[in-house]
């Protein structure tokens, strides 16, 4: 009776208790089909495909960066082998597409793409200076590569 009890509730709790997203950039569907998130800046709420395109760890190199023409910042990301195999064929095949991408179960930025991306390296524009760092910030905190402590040129990892 007891084992049939617990087992009941566990099989209850992983069903009713959904799991995080895996952080990265999926595909929003526009049927309004698959998983239902809220766009953290507008509060939009938008479908997502359930597998992402590509997921954080496949990113080589982050970083917020300002684009020149409109003084606004951009997020720049160089994908793995692996990754920008997985953006080439997605791009290839879908474009153009609108992608979302999730950090945390929100979405973080929203962008169309309009070409195939080829060589694995893309930007995001459209930030503000604090969110583009709090952004690529929070990247590094889930990879591991965010430093322990960081002042000026001094970082401890």
């Known amino acids: 009776m007891r084992t049939t009890f617990l087992f009941i509730f566990f099989f209850t709790c992983a069903i009713c208790f959904s799991q995080k997203m895996v952080t990265g950039f999926y595909q929003v569907d526009e049927k309004k089909e698959g998983r239902l998130v809220k766009d953290l800046e507008t509060g939009e709420q938008l479908y997502i495909k359930e597998v992402p395109i590509f997921e ?74 604090k969110k583009s760092k709090a952004v690529v910030n929070k990247l590094e905190i889930e990879t591991g590569n965010a430093p322990l402590f960081s002042k000026r040129n001094f970082l401890i990892y």
Do not use: C, H, W
């Open 56 to 129: 954080l760890y496949d990113i080589v190199e982050m970083q917020a960066a300002i684009v020149e023409f409109d003084n606004r910042n951009s997020l720049t990301f160089e994908l793995n082998d692996n990754g920008a195999e997985r953006l080439k064929n997605f791009t290839q095949a879908n474009s153009p597409t609108q992608v979302a991408l999730v950090l945390e179960d929100r979405v973080v930025s929203n962008t169309r793409i309009n070409m195939p991306i080829l060589d694995g390296r893309f930007s995001l524009s459209g930030f503000d200076m």
